[in-house]
């Protein structure tokens, strides 16, 4: 199973929005099917009215991540339960025109997606591919960004679970942030310590007077 893949659509749905910067580019229906890509027949059924449904699924998405990045695993679990009951997929066994050397299919799971709206098709196959991702990896491996005000989402893939930032571009601006703040501490630190020596000098000499 693909499981990078599809889990793969709940994170840029998520994504669609970064509600601490106040910004939201699921406006339209050229924005849903972009989140589809170019080679989804689902993409060809998006509709003007898709847009306010993508956006009820986005927030319900950003629930199991918030639960999960809170470390609330029955409640993110509980969550993505009720998508996976709304959102029924219909799993296929696929070989599509990939061959092997032998020109045999190359066989693999496929989630099938033939709902009445574009909006059904989508959260099924984000709802199924966040399912496996956690199932295979844990609740733990969900994750929002550390690096204030981003939040977006991300999924950790790490080998040993460290992963806290959607980006290398979050990553490093935390980094300089903290790097800074670690500077500003030293030097309020020897202002003070200054402060103190000097104090100090002073009632000494006051003393030998």
Request: proline share 3%; with cysteine; net charge neutral.
């Amino acid at each position: 199973m693909e499981l990078a893949y599809y889990s793969d659509y709940a994170v840029r749905l998520v994504n669609s929005e970064e509600p601490a910067r106040g910004k939201d580019s699921l406006t339209s229906v050229e924005a849903i099917r972009d989140l589809f890509g170019v080679n989804s027949s689902a993409a060809r059924r998006a509709a003007d009215a898709d847009v306010t449904r993508f956006r009820s699924v986005r927030a319900r998405l950003r629930s199991v991540f918030e639960a999960a990045d809170q470390g609330d695993e029955t409640l993110a679990v509980d969550l993505l339960n009720s998508l996976l009951l709304e959102f029924p997929v219909s799993p296929q066994i696929s070989g599509h025109d990939h061959r092997d050397e032998d020109g045999r299919p190359l066989w693999h799971m496929h989630l099938a997606d033939h709902p009445s709206n574009a909006t059904a098709g989508y959260a099924a196959i984000a709802a199924m591919g966040l399912a496996f991702h956690l199932t295979e990896y844990g609740v733990d491996r969900l994750g929002l960004c550390e690096a204030a005000p981003c939040r977006n989402a991300y999924l950790d893939t790490s080998t040993n679970r460290s992963r806290r930032y959607c980006s290398d571009r979050c990553a490093t601006r935390a980094n300089v942030a903290a790097y800074r703040a670690r500077k500003r501490l030293e030097a309020d630190r020897s202002g003070s310590n200054g402060l103190a020596a000097e104090s100090a000098q002073r009632t000494s000499v006051s003393g030998e007077r």
